[in-house]
T-cell receptor
Framework: KAGVTQTPRYLIKTRGQQVTLSCSPI?????VSWYQQTPGQGLQFLFE???????NKGNFPGRFSGRQFSNSRSEMNVSTLELGDSALYLC???????????????FGPGTRLTVL | AQKVTQAQTEISVVEKEDVTLDCVYE???????LFWYKQPPSGELVFLIR??????QNEISGRYSWNFQKSTSSFNFTITASQVVDSAVYFC????????????FGSGTKLNVKP
């Protein structure tokens, strides 16, 4: 099986712009989670989508949003970019079928976003 | 409050030395999962181990071993006979009941293994 893929791998934007990152989960996985990794704050949970619905959300401003499509692919969008949004954005997918049953999360290689 | 604490920011060892990475967690849930991930320079998080809160058995996998102690809320990771390829940043993470895909990560420990 192919792993989690993220596009693009690298991105350079300027302040005030918006950006969309894409994540394709492992085939059959219905849950997609997003994380932001920065040197100062470390790895922080952004949100999780399951069957096209946001199931969980971290403590990020409304400029950060996401969605999931019927094929489980997910996008996250950051509007009005700030310098502090420069980070590695990681996507993870898992099967997560039955409630209360844990299925392992697999991470993608990440998208490195630089805001100038 | 920090849910996962990795007090060791960076550790340097010489190849073939044993090294232990510490992880202390905090949760009020009785059902939770603990994880260790490895992040090489390429950036991708590589899964190493998962342990649920009801299974305190220690585990050994090759040169890797993990010690889970609920009494001290610790989940430590030992690499025996370290190798240069073990050089990476290692993260400990916690997820809690009802939100199993929401990970709380520690700040990571950078391991440098010198030849």
């Amino acid at each position: 099986k192919a792993g989690v893929t993220q596009t693009p791998r690298y991105l350079i934007k300027t302040r005030g712009q918006q950006v969309t990152l894409s994540c394709s989960p492992i085939s059959g996985h219905r849950s997609v989670s997003w994380y932001q990794q920065t040197p100062g704050q470390g790895l922080q949970f952004l949100f999780e989508y399951f069957s096209e619905t946001q199931r969980n959300k971290g403590n990020f401003p409304g400029r950060f949003s996401g969605r999931q499509f019927s094929n489980s692919r997910s996008e996250m969008n950051v509007s009005t970019l700030e310098l502090g949004d420069s980070a590695l954005y990681l996507c993870a997918s898992s099967h997560t079928g039955l409630a209360g049953v844990y299925n392992e999360q697999f991470f993608g290689p990440g998208t490195r976003l630089t805001v100038l | 409050a920090q849910k996962v604490t990795q007090a060791q920011t960076e550790i340097s060892v010489v190849e073939k030395e044993d090294v232990t990475l510490d992880c202390v967690y905090e949760t009020r849930d009785t059902t939770y999962y603990l994880f260790w991930y490895k992040q090489p320079p390429s950036g991708e998080l590589v899964f190493l181990i998962r342990r649920n809160s009801f299974d305190e058995q220690n585990e050994i996998s090759g040169r890797y071993s993990w010690n889970f102690q609920k009494s001290t809320s610790s989940f430590n990771f030992t690499i025996t006979a370290s190798q240069v390829v073990d050089s990476a940043v290692y993260f400990c993470a916690l997820s809690e009941a009802g939100n199993f895909n929401k990970f709380y990560f520690g700040s990571g420990t950078k391991l440098n293994v010198k030849p």
